[in-house]
């Protein structure tokens, strides 16, 4: 019997939706929100919808409202985005080319851990370009740069 609950489009899929909660800052709500509800700036840098990574950079773009002058900062944010989604690509296709019939149970928490990593390193890179064009930004600027973003940070507690 074909063990099919391990198959690599299951990780595949599994990995991508906690990796995107886990760059939100929050497993539990981000996991079950859709990317239509949270901020334009924040779902373009951090979406795995199928739009690609030039309409993502496009959309950021103009929520950040990105000035001339600002251009070269931004052009190490978009080279830090199209990067990433290189580097997924790739681990994408690499584990497509798994046979679902050899996928074992460590196999699975293993991709998941590949995903994670991915994530997180495309984050760091992400932040460090982005902390560049952030640094640059008149006080208003950031005003919109930080309620674009304001939904992914760690999660408030309540009480």
Do not use: C
Not at 17 to 29: D, I, Y
Not at 95 to 108: F, H, I, Y
Not at 121 to 136: H, P, V
Request: positive net charge.
């Amino acid at each position: 019997m074909t063990n099919h609950l391990f198959s690599p489009l299951r990780s595949l899929a599994v990995a991508s939706v906690l990796g995107t909660a886990l760059l939100a800052g929050s497993l539990g709500t981000a996991a079950a929100q859709d990317t239509s509800n949270k901020p334009p700036a924040a779902a373009a840098a951090t979406s795995t919808r199928a739009e690609t990574v030039e309409q993502r950079i496009a959309s950021l773009k103009m929520a950040l409202k990105i000035t001339a002058a600002q251009e070269t900062h931004w052009n190490g944010v978009a080279t830090a985005m199209r990067d990433n989604a290189a580097a997924m690509e790739k681990l994408v296709a690499t584990k497509r080319a798994a046979s679902p019939a050899s996928m074992t149970a460590l196999d699975d928490l293993n991709t998941y851990a590949e995903f994670s990593k991915a994530h997180f390193d495309g984050l760091k890179n992400l932040i460090s370009a982005f902390t560049t064009l952030y640094n640059a930004m008149p006080a208003e600027q950031k005003a919109n740069a930080d309620k674009a973003f304001e939904h992914y940070g760690p999660m408030k507690t309540q009480g």
